[in-house]
């Protein structure tokens, strides 16, 4: 199948892609690389545009016979959104409103939605479950509240098939050591706390240590981004199937506190993480853990490398090779092989220029 996998380029998007790829698709990623990483785009082309580019979407769609579309793309931080709600809407409702508005200009019909389980805000019972009603407590959340709206309502009026995948924690990085989490300023906990080991006179911080968990702590459901990707992928093959449109949760159904995690890492790791208390940061349930039954019976999805410490191994064994020299070298090395590319391609016409083929950037990855 060809498909088109915006956000791409992203922490979670890389993963998706490389497992289209060794599944035997053709993944076509767009992003803007406003936050992804233009490294990390190996299994397929990259189309470099933005959502709220109608016209440039029209281009990659009418240029390429798309058979479904995953959508990743999108802002994504709980803290920003709630010190910047306007700019979350804008760029996660209305870019997902253009990106369903060009697939139905294309007549591509078929789509995976990464939704989150933000839009449950704060749940009244734990497990959730996907009958859980949403009830958003950040504009993140929200934000995706309203795509997923958008999906059922373009399935009602213009028979679109979909299905919102509801991350619960994504965590971990690829077991070969290819691609992985790597942001600047990094704003999730296990990359943050491996950080931490790794820089010193650097501390990560733990926002609350007075919510009503058995800690004080906020409890997450953690789940490897390599299981994620693989329920992108038998989602892909359910819609194929004509299966039902709908949201599913994806998580373990077993929940960590914030110190619980820390101490896995300082096992794992044999090294003291350096933490400092800060008050706890609005938008932030106590508690979120899934009730993944839903993925397991329609989607035959079982997470398999998302233990504790598979979550941790690949994370420090990732945390160690960004922070080495070598990568960092090779990482500017490679930076240098971009310009030089896309500048050996100004001359020609812009839909050649921006659809760059990705061995030779294989290549160059350490």
């Given at each position: 199948?060809n ?7 992203g922490?979670?998007g ?11 698709h ?12 233009r ?18 979407l029209?281009?990659v ?15 994504a ?14 760029n ?19 789509i ?26 950040n ?5 995706k ?20 995948l509801?991350?619960?924690?994504a ?7 290819q ?9 999730h906990?296990?990359?943050s ?6 820089t ?29 990707a ?11 199937h004509?299966?039902f449109?709908?949201p ?62 598979q ?7 990732w945390?160690?090779k ?14 240098q092989?971009?310009?030089a ?8 016409p812009?839909?050649?220029?921006e ?6 950037i ?5």
């Amino acid at each position: 199948m060809n498909i088109l996998v915006t956000g791409g380029a992203g922490y979670i998007g890389s993963h998706v892609a490389k497992a289209l790829f060794r599944a035997g698709h053709h993944p076509v990623v767009y992003d803007n690389l406003s936050r992804g990483n233009r490294w990390a785009v190996q299994w397929g082309p990259l189309e470099h545009g933005d959502l709220l580019d109608e016209s440039r979407l029209d281009q990659v769609f009418s240029k390429n016979q798309f058979d479904a579309v995953i959508h990743l793309a999108a802002l994504a931080y709980v803290g920003e959104s709630m010190s910047d709600a306007g700019q979350y809407f804008h760029n996660n409702v209305q870019g997902s409103l253009c990106l369903l508005r060009a697939m139905q200009r294309a007549a591509v019909k078929k789509i995976v939605f990464s939704s989150t389980c933000a839009v449950y805000g704060i749940p009244s019972a734990i497990p959730i479950t996907e009958d859980t009603p949403p009830s958003p407590c950040n504009p993140y959340g929200e934000s995706k509240r309203i795509v997923e709206q958008l999906l059922q309502w373009f399935g009602i009026c213009h028979d679109f098939q979909w299905v919102a995948l509801r991350y619960f924690n994504a965590a971990g990085c690829d077991p070969d050591g290819q691609i992985g989490e790597l942001h600047d300023p990094e704003p999730h906990l296990i990359p943050s706390l491996l950080h931490a080991l790794l820089t010193p006179g650097r501390s990560c911080p733990v926002f609350g240590t007075d919510y009503p968990t058995p800690d004080g702590t906020c409890i997450r459901d953690y789940i490897h981004v390599s299981d994620l990707a693989q329920a992108h992928l038998l989602s892909l093959n359910h819609l194929n199937h004509q299966g039902f449109s709908g949201p599913i949760n994806l998580g373990t159904g077993q929940g960590h506190s914030v110190f619980e995690l820390i101490a896995a890492i300082e096992h794992h790791t044999g090294l003291v993480v350096p933490i400092v208390f800060k008050p706890r940061r609005p938008g932030d349930p106590p508690q979120l853990v899934a009730a993944a039954q839903r993925g397991q019976e329609i989607l035959n999805w079982v997470p398999s490398h998302s233990s504790l410490d598979q979550i941790i191994s690949t994370a420090w064994a990732w945390s160690q090779k960004v922070a080495s020299p070598l990568f960092q070298a090779d990482l500017q090395s490679l930076s240098q092989s971009l310009l030089a590319m896309n500048s050996s391609l100004e001359s020609k016409p812009k839909l050649e220029t921006e659809h760059l083929t990705q061995s030779p950037i294989r290549a160059l990855m350490p």
